[in-house]
């Protein structure tokens, strides 16, 4: 009983691959047709399909077809070249284990950080606006000397202006970039309005967002303002040891404040960004 042969289309298709990558391979010395008809039709039995199987084996395991023909061709030890192939899959195994294994950290660290939502409407009343006492070029950004006689006036222009003590204040979003020009500069400033180490509770978010630049201070704004709506005051992420040069209250992990009303948020940068704000906690 003569073999049933298959159409080209037929044996590309019983493999899930196309006419092309077959005839690529018997351009290659790889594969050739069991018949070839009169009418130019290409034909394939059974040991063709051995061969393309064998083939396509091969490719997966990633050799490249002159590989392959170097195995189909001569007498290459093709177990050499499987067991190195298999060698090199186990170290490829062994490094994405490895990887997998620094996601599930990553997202074990991750399910405990606390994440904050304010579920309420957040209304925003604007006490007093700060005018820009003394703007910065960015051209001259690295000559600024900071002075914390600056920052002095403006905490207290905007306690003053809101009809409330430097006590009232609640919480302090600093500009804190840590740099030590700024630290010490803005410390020394909160140290002399609020108390030379005092108990109003300060943090930098920037700790986390890094410095936004021009949108620091709007964010910071928002961040400020969502604290006081939750009732929970953001900490300096990654802070250990504070500088003995700083004397103010640093937070060092979240901080419950439910009766918390005043927030100030500051930014003290280059580029005209040279403000206070103090927001009050709405209240119906």
Same mark, same amino acid.
Request: hydrophobic share 45%; charged share 20%.
């Given at each position: 009983?003569?073999?049933?042969?298959?159409?080209?289309?037929?044996?590309?298709?019983?493999?899930?691959?196309?006419?092309?990558?077959?005839?690529?391979?018997?351009?290659?010395?790889?594969?050739?047709?069991?018949?070839?008809?009169?009418?130019?039709?290409?034909?394939?039995?059974?040991?063709?399909?051995?061969?393309?199987?064998?083939?396509?084996?091969?490719?997966?395991?990633?050799?490249?077809?002159?590989?392959?023909?170097?195995?189909?061709?001569?007498?290459?030890?093709?177990?050499?070249?499987?067991?190195?192939?298999?060698?090199?899959?186990?170290?490829?195994?062994?490094?994405?284990? +490895? *990887? /997998?294994?620094? %996601?599930?950290?990553?997202?074990? $660290? =991750?399910?405990?950080?606390?994440?904050?939502?304010?579920? @309420?409407?957040?209304?925003?009343?604007?006490?007093?606006?700060?005018?820009?006492?003394?703007?910065?070029?960015?051209?001259?950004?690295?000559?600024?000397?900071?002075?914390?006689?600056?920052?002095?006036?403006?905490?207290?222009?905007?306690?003053?202006?809101?009809?409330?003590?430097?006590?009232?204040?609640?919480?302090?979003?600093?500009?804190?970039?840590?740099?030590?020009?700024?630290?010490?500069?803005?410390?020394?400033?909160?140290?002399?309005?609020?108390?030379?180490?005092?108990?109003?509770?300060?943090?930098?978010?920037?700790?986390?967002?890094?410095?936004?630049?021009?949108?620091?201070? +709007? *964010? /910071?704004?928002? %961040?400020?303002?969502?604290?006081? $709506? =939750?009732?929970?005051?953001?900490?300096?992420?990654?802070? @250990?040891?504070?500088?003995?040069?700083?004397?103010?209250?640093?937070?060092?992990?979240?901080?419950?404040?439910?009766?918390?009303?005043?927030?100030?948020?500051?930014?003290?940068?280059?580029?005209?960004?040279?403000?206070?704000?103090?927001?009050?906690?709405?209240?119906?």
């Amino acid at each position: 009983m003569a073999e049933k042969l298959l159409t080209i289309s037929a044996f590309a298709k019983l493999f899930k691959t196309t006419q092309y990558t077959i005839r690529h391979y018997e351009d290659k010395g790889l594969l050739l047709p069991a018949k070839i008809a009169e009418n130019g039709y290409r034909q394939y039995g059974m040991a063709e399909a051995y061969q393309l199987s064998f083939i396509l084996f091969l490719r997966a395991l990633d050799l490249s077809v002159a590989e392959i023909k170097l195995i189909l061709t001569t007498d290459y030890p093709e177990q050499t070249m499987l067991l190195n192939k298999k060698q090199a899959l186990q170290q490829e195994i062994a490094r994405l284990q +490895a *990887l /997998e294994r620094t %996601v599930d950290e990553q997202l074990q $660290q =991750a399910t405990h950080e606390t994440t904050y939502r304010v579920n @309420q409407t957040i209304h925003l009343r604007v006490l007093k606006r700060l005018p820009f006492a003394q703007d910065f070029d960015l051209s001259v950004v690295e000559a600024i000397d900071w002075q914390p006689d600056l920052m002095v006036r403006q905490l207290y222009y905007v306690i003053d202006e809101a009809g409330i003590t430097a006590a009232d204040v609640d919480y302090v979003n600093a500009h804190g970039t840590g740099t030590v020009a700024n630290e010490l500069a803005e410390s020394a400033a909160l140290a002399r309005v609020f108390g030379d180490e005092g108990t109003v509770p300060i943090s930098s978010t920037k700790s986390m967002t890094g410095h936004l630049l021009g949108a620091a201070g +709007a *964010l /910071e704004a928002i %961040v400020t303002i969502g604290a006081l $709506q =939750a009732g929970t005051l953001p900490p300096n992420v990654g802070l @250990q040891n504070t500088d003995p040069d700083c004397h103010v209250n640093l937070i060092k992990t979240p901080l419950a404040a439910p009766d918390a009303q005043y927030g100030m948020s500051n930014s003290f940068g280059f580029g005209g960004h040279n403000a206070v704000l103090l927001l009050k906690k709405w209240s119906d």
